[in-house]
RNA sequence: GGGCCUGUAGCUCAAUUGGUCAGAGCAGAGCGCUCAUAACGCUUUGGUUGGGGGUUCGAGUCCCUCCGGGCCUACCA
């Protein structure tokens, strides 16, 4: 038994994610850790909101709430949400959590301490108005190469030049459209990345089959024109961890609190540590996933998330933890495995939160059960490249594979025995040839969707395990138990007692990709051993003769035409305001 | 501008990292079955692997070039 930690990326907190955030993190994530929870590993899976940031302060000033309330209760509504996909997170934190401050606050100062912190002075666009700085892309204005009156003070989005929010023409707030802009000093704490260049280099290099958008993300960054680059952790803001060093005031960091992006991955240790609290356990339940000194030296981790999140994750992540054990006191454990995806497209575009463009999470929950989104997400997860979402491609697939293969194979399969046999296990007849050759071919394939969820092959292990479904139709046709069954009644039982043992192999083996399918077949065949089928054979005979079950309600509903149509309307402009 | 990824049958994707690999699923066509959510099974029609050139005994697989799509480019997160 191993012991395998997984994150997923966190989901930013102002608003409800959609299916593309969904696929790209949280879904694989789950996918990974319910194969290896059912593999028998003991497995740490932890996900947390991010909450930090101007983001977070614009929405929840928007929605007229406290941002600590706003939080609160987006958080509660993501929580929600999660519970709707079957998330099996071991914990949802947050990182406005006392343990994420605390841990951040220290691994600061140990980064202070360890001489990676510089504080630097620089110059700051500040909006009297809005009683704030404001960041680069809050501030709008004509664009000086090429006229552009929308452009962003990072790039303007009409000739992609880069550039300074002080190049603008008649630069305004993008927050409120103020145009009293100030130029102010500030200081600012900088991690100095640079130092650990080489270590980091030496790193990733040392690590074995990243995807490739992982490993040419991180080189990119760390060769490119000067190298990699010191960064701010460090903002002027109100809602976040204050910078503090021990409790202390940080001088000349007043009224500071810490960038986002430096504390957002920390919560995934500090998530861990509001999960040994919840459970009532010590300290030393959370450290022995994070520190190796104290357990984490068997650990395997693996972080699940989209492209665009990779940098802060083989750079500025690693670099803090590899910066903070400093003098070796201070071992935390890095990641093993970062599988990265690329984006799922909605119907020829991209989805767009600030558009309302695509199918979000509440809503994908209010037209179908999340299994449905699960199968369909999954088998077709953006891994080499982007993906898209079309409903005639969502519809295709659920009709066909859960509908059709899967679970028209448990409707035929329960209704012919309850007819023939009554709703009891029948007893008689024994295997042959047949049932050898089925045994064979299911334990090759079975293989073979094991290496590919262990790869983390998240599209070939779909097709895998439709496969296995297949056979089972395959097997069906063949046997004949229904043409059987008027001559040999025992043959027929032999067949379909092995068919319903089926069934349930294929509700233990599909449950990481649709748990609640996999729970409703258990459930109707009165079966709670959700062990591997390490052993097929002695699988295929768990459900002794004479035990008794139900034909289930029909597992997966077809999508009819006019609904998809329906649908494919409602979504493609405007979404209406939750 | 620079970097990276990508372009394989109508659609979604595979091809053990140069050696029968040109494949699967869906869609289409034909046949079969009748237990089942008009479901299932079998057979089958589609591709000179974006265009062009090159290396090699041999290239979706390597090189050059052109065309198309996408992402990143460090103060959104």
């Known amino acids: ?29 789950d996918l990974y850790a319910r194969y ?22 614009l929405a929840a000033a928007k929605a007229g709430e406290e941002v600590s309330a706003y939080c609160a209760r987006m958080h509660a509504v993501q929580a929600e949400l999660a519970r709707g996909f079957g998330l099996s997170f ?39 108005a809005d009683g704030r700085f404001l960041p680069d892309r809050y501030i709008t204005g004509t664009c000086p190469a090429c006229g552009y009156e929308n452009a962003r003070g990072d790039q303007c989005e009409n000739c992609t030049k880069q550039l300074d929010p002080t190049d603008l023409i008649n630069p305004r707030s993008a927050i409120s459209g103020a145009t009293d802009l100030e130029v102010r000093a500030t200081r600012h704490l900088f991690l100095r990345q640079s130092a650990l260049r080489a270590r980091l280099d030496a790193w990733i290099d040392s690590q074995q089959g990243w995807p490739v958008l992982t490993t040419s993300i991180a080189k990119k960054w760390l060769h490119d024109g000067d190298g990699l680059q010191d960064r701010g952790i460090t903002r002027d803001l109100d809602w976040g961890i ?26 995934y240790i500090a998530a861990t540590a509001e999960w040994a609290e919840a459970q009532g356990l010590s300290d030393a339940a ?66 767009s939160t600030s558009q309302g463009r695509g199918v979000f999470m509440d809503q994908a929950l209010e037209i179908l059960p999340g299994d449905y989104w699960r199968w369909w997400l999954l088998s077709h997860a953006p891994e080499s490249s982007d993906s898209e979402f079309t409903w005639e491609n969502f519809q295709a697939g659920v009709n066909k594979d859960l509908a059709d293969v899967l679970g028209n194979l448990v409707s035929r399969v329960t209704k012919f025995c309850r007819s023939k046999f009554g709703e009891t296990v ?43 479904w297949v056979l089972g139709n395959e097997y069906l046709q063949e046997a004949a138990p229904w043409a059987a069954f008027k001559n040999d009644p025992a ?88």
Not at 4 to 9: E, H, P, Q, V
Not at 95 to 124: M, Y
Not at 253 to 262: C, L, T
């Open 1 to 29: 038994m191993a012991r395998i930690l997984i994150t997923s990326a966190l989901p930013y907190i102002n608003g409800i994610k959609h299916l593309g955030n969904l696929v790209g993190s949280q879904l694989p994530a």
């Open 36 to 57: 290896m929870r059912a593999r028998g590993h003991e497995v740490m899976f932890i996900c947390a909101t991010d909450e930090h940031g101007t983001p977070a302060e």
């Open 90 to 128: 071991d914990h949802f934190g947050r990182s406005s959590s006392p343990q994420n401050r605390d841990l951040t606050q220290h691994l600061a100062a140990r980064l202070a301490k360890a001489g990676l912190i510089e504080q630097v002075s620089e110059s700051q666009v500040y909006s009297p």
């Open 242 to 267: 204050p910078v503090q060093f021990d409790g202390a005031p940080w001088e000349g960091m007043e009224d500071k609190v810490f960038y986002v992006w430096f504390d957002a991955p920390i919560e």
């Open 286 to 351: 959370w450290r022995r996933w994070w520190r190796t000194d104290a357990g984490a030296d068997d650990v395997r981790y693996v972080q699940f998330m989209g492209k665009d999140n990779v940098p802060f994750h083989t750079l500025s992540f690693p670099a803090t933890l590899i910066g903070a054990n400093f003098d070796g006191t201070e071992p935390w454990k890095l990641v093993d495995y970062i599988k990265s995806f690329n984006y799922l497209n909605y119907d020829g575009g991209q989805f």
């Open 426 to 468: 029948p007893e008689g007849g024994a295997p042959g040839a047949r049932e050898a050759a089925l045994r064979a071919a299911l334990e090759g394939r079975l293989r073979a969707y094991e290496r590919h969820m262990e790869a983390m092959e998240v599209r070939k292990s779909a097709a895998e395990l439709r496969a296995l």
């Open 491 to 578: 043959q027929a039982a032999m067949q379909i007692r092995l068919a319903l043992n089926l069934i349930r192999v294929y509700a233990v083996i599909s449950q990481p990709f649709i748990p609640d399918a996999a729970a409703r077949i258990m459930a109707a065949l009165g079966s709670g051993d959700w062990s591997w089928p390490d052993d097929l054979a002695g699988a295929l005979e768990v459900l002794p003769p004479g035990q008794g079950f139900m034909v289930p309600d029909v597992l997966f509903a077809k999508i009819g035409d006019e609904q998809r149509a329906e649908w494919a309307a409602r979504f493609s402009g405007q979404r209406a305001e939750a």
